[in-house]
C-alpha cells in the first residue's frame, strides 16, 4: 500500500482502484497493525481518491476457520474498504444469459476451511458502522450497529480463466475482488471521458442502491444462498452486501449523475 500511495501521489485525478486479495480474522490481527493499515487504507481513499477493493474471505461467516465461531476479515471490514463478497453464477451455455446467481458456500465439510466454505460475511468486533452504510436490509435481526461485511459481491466460483498459454479455473472472494475493481475502473474511465469527473469510495455504492435509478439496475440482487449462517435475502444481505455488478447500467446512472454535478 506504502507503493501504491506513492506511485499515486501525482495521479489523484485518474479515477483509479486498488484490488486486495489479503485479509486475516479480525480478531488475529494486533491493533498496531490494524492502526497501521488502516492509516494507509485512509490516505488512499480521502487523500489520494481511490476505491480499495477487498475480498471478504473465503471461510463463510468464520473468518478464523473455526466453525461455529462468527467473524470478518480485516482489511475488508475497515471503514476505508470496499468489502467484495462472492456468488455462483449460472449461465445458458447456448445464449449467454443469465439463469441464475447465487450466494457462494460449500457446506459439505465443515472440519476445516481451506478457502472453500464460501463467501465471507458478517459484523465487525472492532469498526462502529459507518454513516454511508445506509440501505435496505442493514437494518436486520444481526446487526449491532457495527461494520457490517461485505458491501457487495461479484462471481466466485468456476470462473474460467486464461494463464501460461492454457485454461484453468479460479474462484474465491480473491477473484470477485479484482472484478469489482476493473469494472469500477471502466465506469471511472466512461466518466471521465464525458464529464471530467470519476466516482470514489464505498458510499459511491450505498448512495447508488438507495437512489431513484429508473428502469436502471446497477446491482443485481442475490436472494438465495447462504454463507453457512447468514442467508441472503432481498436488498443488503450479509452472503452478498448490496449485489454484484451490472456494469453497464451503473455507468449510466453514474453519468446521469455526474452531468447533473
Known amino acids: 500500500m506504502q507503493q501504491i500511495i506513492k506511485d499515486n501521489t ?35 481513499t480521502q487523500g489520494e481518491h481511490m476505491t480499495v477493493f477487498v475480498s471478504s474471505g473465503d471461510c463463510g461467516a468464520f473468518a478464523d476457520r473455526t466453525f461455529g465461531d462468527l467473524g470478518v476479515m480485516y ?63 442493514v437494518r436486520n435481526q444481526f446487526s449491532q450497529g457495527m461494520r457490517q461485511v461485505p458491501d457487495i459481491s461479484a462471481v466466485a466460483f468456476d470462473i474460467a480463466m486464461y494463464f501460461n498459454g492454457q485454461w484453468q479455473v479460479v474462484g474465491g472472494t480473491s477473484a470477485a475482488s479484482p472484478i469489482w475493481a476493473a469494472g469500477m475502473a471502466l465506469v471511472n474511465q466512461g466518466t471521465i471521458q464525458f464529464t471530467h469527473t470519476f466516482f470514489v469510495g464505498t458510499a459511491v455504492f450505498y448512495f447508488v442502491d438507495t437512489s431513484k435509478t429508473g428502469n436502471l439496475h ?28 451490472n456494469l453497464v447500467d451503473l455507468f449510466r446512472f453514474l453519468l446521469k449523475v455526474a452531468v447533473t454535478k
Open 75 to 137: 482489511p475488508a471490514s475497515s471503514i476505508y474498504a470496499t468489502a467484495v463478497g462472492g456468488t455462483e453464477l449460472a449461465i445458458n451455455p447456448n445464449t449467454g444469459a443469465r439463469v441464475q446467481e447465487i450466494a457462494w458456500s460449500d457446506g459439505s465439510d465443515t472440519s476445516q476451511c481451506t478457502n472453500q466454505w464460501g463467501t465471507g460475511g458478517g459484523n465487525s468486533g472492532a469498526f462502529k458502522q459507518p454513516s454511508y452504510q445506509s440501505a435496505p436490509g
Open 218 to 245: 446497477p446491482f443485481f440482487d442475490i436472494t438465495q444462498g447462504t454463507n453457512l449462517f447468514y442467508k441472503a435475502g432481498p436488498g443488503w444481505n450479509y452472503p452478498t452486501g448490496l449485489g454484484s455488478p
Open 10 to 44: 501525482h495521479n489523484t485525478g485518474s479515477g483509479s482502484v486498488v484490488s486486495m486479495s489479503y485479509g486475516v480474522a479480525e480478531s488475529q490481527i494486533t491493533q498496531s497493525d490494524a492502526l497501521a493499515i488502516d492509516h494507509s487504507l485512509q490516505i488512499l
